[in-house]
Each structure stands twice: as structure tokens, then as C-alpha cells.
């Protein structure tokens, strides 16, 4: 089966640094790629996706890069604020089925 | 917006009892899932719902798991006979429909608590 692992598994940077998190997925028929953003007892929240066929996608402060050769996917954040601060995960999902495999999570702790 | 909501927000029940988890996904969605989150650890896909049936499921999801949707708006998962282990954030999630188009949406979770 599908497995994410994700990195770091804490990032803490400046109010208005950038940063990146990193997952790679083990199966090379995984074809979607969501974000999802949980703060602290509450639901994880999607925030971006990008599917097999786009090697980039950007919203707002917001982008991710797929690279399927190498079978890793990134999220970027730029200008960072304290309210980003939350747990990120990344999923991977293929089209013979429904399941998100979820990566590890990354707690992200921006300091004003 | 739309959002699907889960009933009840805190669950504490005896090991060996019976647990009913409630979800409403959102209206117009077809597609049924259940996740759970152990504290501190990653989101784990339990099951997937379609058309009344299973269409897929994980190896957490053993016999002692079930999943109904008893009318047309609810969804609930049956823990048979809950395990210390089975204590964790359970979250419902809904789609419009199965395709890699399709994003999942969560509940706000329930969480287990087994004494």
C-alpha cells in the first residue's frame, strides 16, 4: 500500500519567513495530493491540492510542487504569520480508490 | 458553507461497550468516510462509504467496526466492543463524489475516550 512520510516533523521560523514542507509517497500510481491544515482540536481543513498533471500550483501565500519522477511533493508558504501556525499534513490518494494516506505532520510554529 | 458536522463531540465509554458515532455529511455529497486520529499521530483511513456499501477499507477497520447509513442524512460508525486502544479523535469526511476531483471534507471530530 501507499506510504507518506513527511518532513519536519516541527518547523518553527519568523513572522514573514517562508516555509517549506517536505513529503515523498511511496506508490507511483498516486495521482492527487491534498494539504491539510488542523490547528489545535479542531478539523483538518484542505488548504491546497494539485493533481498528477500540474508540476506547480499557488495560491495566494500558498504553493505546492509535485515532482513524480522523484515521487515528492511540496508545500510553500511564504511571509509567514502567527495564525499559520497550526499542523500541516500532507495525503496521497491513487484513482483506484478513495483512502487519503496521510503523511506525519509537521507542526508549523510562526513567532511574531 | 456547507460543512459536515458529528455528533457527539466527546464520547468516554467503558472498555467492552458499544459506541455510536454520528456524522451528517454535507447534503449533496455521495461519498463516506471515516478517519481516526490516535493523539499526537497521524490521520488513519478506516473506511469509505458508497452507495450503501463499503467500497473500501483499511485493516484497522476489523469486525468489531461497522458502518451505516441508517436514513438520508446520517452516517455512523458502531464500535462493537471498544478496546483502551480504540480511544482517539474520529473524524467523518464526505465527497461529491469518488474521483481524484473530489476533495474529502471533515467533520470536527469526535473524540473516544475508553476507560
Known amino acids: 500500500g501507499e506510504n507518506v512520510e513527511q518532513h519536519p516533523s516541527t518547523l518553527s521560523v519568523q513572522e514573514g519567513d517562508s516555509a517549506v514542507i517536505k513529503c515523498t509517497y511511496s506508490?507511483?500510481?498516486?495521482?492527487?495530493f491534498p494539504w491539510y491544515k488542523q490547528e489545535l482540536g479542531k478539523r483538518p481543513q484542505l488548504i491546497i491540492d494539485i493533481r498528477s498533471n500540474v508540476g506547480e500550483k499557488k495560491d495566494q501565500r500558498i504553493a505546492v510542487t509535485l515532482n513524480k519522477t522523484a515521487k515528492h511533493f511540496s508545500l510553500h508558504i511564504t511571509e509567514t504569520q502567527p495564525e499559520d501556525s497550526a499542523v500541516y499534513f500532507c495525503a496521497a490518494r491513487n484513482n483506484a480508490g478513495n483512502m487519503l494516506t496521510f503523511g506525519g505532520g509537521t507542526r508549523l510554529m510562526v513567532k511574531p | 458553507e456547507p460543512e459536515v458536522t458529528q455528533t457527539p463531540s466527546h464520547q468516554v465509554t467503558q472498555m467492552g461497550q458499544e459506541v455510536i458515532l454520528r456524522c451528517v455529511p454535507i447534503?449533496?455529497?455521495?461519498?463516506f468516510y471515516w478517519y481516526r486520529q490516535i493523539l499526537g499521530q497521524k490521520v488513519e483511513f478506516l473506511v469509505s462509504f458508497y452507495n450503501n456499501e463499503i467500497s473500501e477499507k483499511s485493516e484497522i477497520f476489523d469486525d468489531q467496526f461497522s458502518v451505516e447509513r441508517p436514513d438520508g442524512s446520517n452516517f455512523t460508525l458502531k464500535i462493537r466492543s471498544t478496546k483502551l486502544e480504540d480511544s482517539a479523535m474520529y473524524f467523518c469526511?464526505?465527497?461529491?463524489?469518488?474521483?481524484?476531483?473530489?476533495?474529502?471534507?471533515f467533520g470536527p471530530g469526535t473524540r473516544l475516550t475508553v476507560t
Open positions: 506508490d507511483s500510481a498516486s495521482n492527487y
Open positions: 469526511a464526505s465527497s461529491a463524489s469518488g474521483s481524484t476531483r473530489s476533495e474529502q471534507y
Open positions: 447534503s449533496n455529497h455521495l461519498y
